[in-house]
């Protein structure tokens, strides 16, 4: 992990050097950290295990779809076009071609939200005024302006045209890890036996509440408030920040759209990780993550599914 600040190089002992450098106050993120010393909490959301899960309280629900939806229309041409896709989605394990085809899928729906992927995929990670540069990896990210409810007011209108890089709705693919397995030349390998071991241990006993995704939400939710900060700087204040995460369960052969609300209490603690409120129950609101999952069949009316996971802020109006 690349530690950005000044012009030191990678310190490997950075964790003891920051529980040794401040007494961190009872109920702050440092303090929790401590209290687990034979856990290795402190590492890359790609190494995160189920107990970081307990640890940053993340509460996670599954959504159940509305059967009643009614079918959006899509024109014959994009239903060609998805029924060529879609199934190839399922089947493509090549990175670049898988992404390329997943962003035909999207732009075939919403063309306005998913036409572009002009944000790059490497999210820094930010802790007390330390920056790890690059620490999370996704395969492709859309920005979205959140859509408001017309108004014919003239107020109004100047407001939707201020709108912020802060009020941006990030969404991103990124893989399941129960997918991203080390493949090795031979089953019998023994490298790939303990990398399978060690990925084994990585894993939620449910695998849809993989606690990577509660890192790649952070960082996401970071870059709202240090993005305009090149130098590393600190951001003034924090609000709530709400992304999406879309994944792909191939073997159920659905979408799963991941909702995130990461509290400015959340990323407070990140910020300040060794101050913390005299009641530890008030200390750090829980970041709270739901999903929904979308099957991709039949596609003529994914439309209508996957619109209803991602949410009318992103895709305006599901009646029309």
């Not at 999207?106 to 920056?131: E, M, Q």
């Not at 997918?179 to 849809?208: G, M």
């Not at 939400?217 to 900060?229: D, G, S, W």
Request: charged share 25%.
């Amino acid at each position: 992990m690349t530690i950005i600040q000044s012009s030191r190089p990678e310190n490997t002992h950075l964790a003891r050097r920051a529980g040794s450098a401040v007494r961190p106050a009872k109920g702050s993120l440092w303090w929790i950290i401590r209290r687990h010393p034979r856990n290795a909490l402190f590492k890359k959301p790609d190494r995160w295990s189920d107990l970081h899960n307990k640890v940053l309280g993340v509460s996670w629900y599954e959504l159940k779809s509305d059967n009643a939806l009614r079918t959006i229309s899509v024109n014959e041409e994009n239903i060609a076009k998805l029924q060529d896709c879609v199934p190839k989605l399922l089947k493509t394990r090549n990175k670049d071609k898988f992404t390329a085809l997943l962003q035909t899928t999207l732009a075939t729906l919403w063309p306005d939200v998913f036409s572009k992927s002009n944000i790059p995929g490497d999210f820094d990670i930010y802790f007390h005024t330390r920056r790890y540069k690059e620490a999370v990896k996704v395969d492709a990210v859309w920005a979205s302006q959140p859509i408001r409810p017309t108004s014919t007011s003239r107020s109004s209108n100047i407001n939707l045209n201020q709108a912020s890089a802060s009020d941006e709705v990030l969404i991103c693919y990124a893989e399941m890890r129960r997918w991203l397995q080390s493949e090795s030349s031979t089953e019998n390998d023994p490298n790939k036996r303990l990398n399978r071991l060690r990925h084994k241990l990585l894993l939620s006993p449910n695998p849809h509440h993989d606690a990577y995704f509660v890192g790649i939400l952070l960082a996401m939710a970071q870059r709202q408030f240090y993005a305009q900060k090149s130098t590393g700087g600190l951001p003034g204040s924090f609000t709530d920040a709400k992304m999406r995460i879309i994944t792909l369960d191939r073997g159920a052969g659905e979408f799963i759209v991941y909702k995130g609300h990461i509290t400015k209490e959340f990323l407070t603690a990140f910020h300040a990780p060794f101050e913390g409120e005299l009641d530890e129950e008030i200390r750090l609101r829980d970041p709270t993550i739901t999903y929904r999952r979308v099957p991709l069949q039949p596609v003529y009316d994914l439309k209508a599914r996957l619109g209803e996971a991602l949410g009318r802020e992103i895709v305006g109006d599901l009646s029309k």
